[in-house]
């Protein structure tokens, strides 16, 4: 099985830097998504790393260690609109064919 | 960008009967389909892996005969919840993978609401 861990919930302040760490345990590893997701709307996709490194995109960067099953979501320069719940997938294959399995999930509120 | 479809958006149907849902990739082929279902103020929970052409695999816990999976094309995956109580009332959700020289991204359908009175 998966095993995904992330923090239930944190607080950051408007222009700030926040990092939202994933941690995971799981056989046939194949990749790790972030998601942002809005209360009531579907997921949007954020990021996908499959090698160790650190990638950006704009504002935000993710970052993949294989080796220690870490990652992390970087947000810099938050603005209010960032307040969401940011999801971390572990997509891994299983008995010949592939799944994405989320974590919990990691509620981020941005203060002004 | 990919755009994944799913209908329909909200449905309310009588406790004892079924409801089916469908998810479809408008601009790309997807061999891969996943549906899951979301609780309120819960993460996303897998419930099956639909691969084209071949059966659902479905996660433990998650009743075949009442979560009927079909994925007869590469474009098209459908959920049936065969006779709906309340408790099956939740946020289903579907996404396709789409799988580009190394890069690999998984998009999400809008997500099905069900309620069941």
């Known amino acids: 099985g998966q095993n995904i861990d992330q923090p239930t919930e944190m607080t950051a302040t408007e222009g700030a830097i926040v990092q939202i760490n994933c941690t995971y345990q799981?056989?046939?590893?194949?990749?790790l998504f972030w998601y942002q997701q809005h209360a009531g709307e579907a997921p949007t996709f954020l990021s996908y790393?499959?090698?160790?490194g650190l990638e950006e995109k704009g504002r935000f960067s993710s970052f993949l260690s294989r080796s220690k099953g870490y990652s992390y979501l970087l947000l810099k320069e938050l603005q209010m609109k960032d307040s969401a719940s940011y999801l971390c997938?572990?997509?891994?294959?299983?008995?010949?064919?592939?799944?994405?399995?989320f974590g919990t999930g990691t509620k981020l509120q941005v203060i002004p | 960008g990919a755009v994944v479809s799913q209908h329909p958006s909200w449905v309310i149907c009588k406790s004892g009967t079924s409801v089916k849902i469908e998810c479809r990739s408008l601009?790309?082929?997807?061999?891969?389909m996943f549906w899951y279902r979301q609780f309120p103020k819960q993460s996303l929970m897998l419930m099956a892996t639909?691969?084209?052409?071949?059966?659902?695999?479905?996660e433990q816990g998650v009743e075949k005969d009442k979560f009927l999976i079909n994925h007869a094309s590469l474009t098209l995956s459908t959920l049936t919840v065969t006779s709906a109580h309340p408790e099956d009332s939740s946020f289903y959700i579907c996404?396709?993978?789409?799988?580009?020289?190394?890069?690999?991204?998984?998009?999400f359908g809008e997500g099905s609401w069900l309620t069941v009175v």
């Open positions: 996404s396709a993978a789409l799988v580009v020289g190394y890069g690999n991204t998984i998009y």
């Open positions: 799981t056989s046939g590893f194949n990749g």
């Open positions: 790393n499959v090698l160790d």
């Open positions: 997938a572990v997509r891994a294959r299983s008995g010949g064919y592939q799944k994405v399995t």
């Open positions: 601009d790309f082929q997807a061999t891969t």
């Open positions: 639909s691969n084209e052409g071949s059966k659902a695999t479905y």
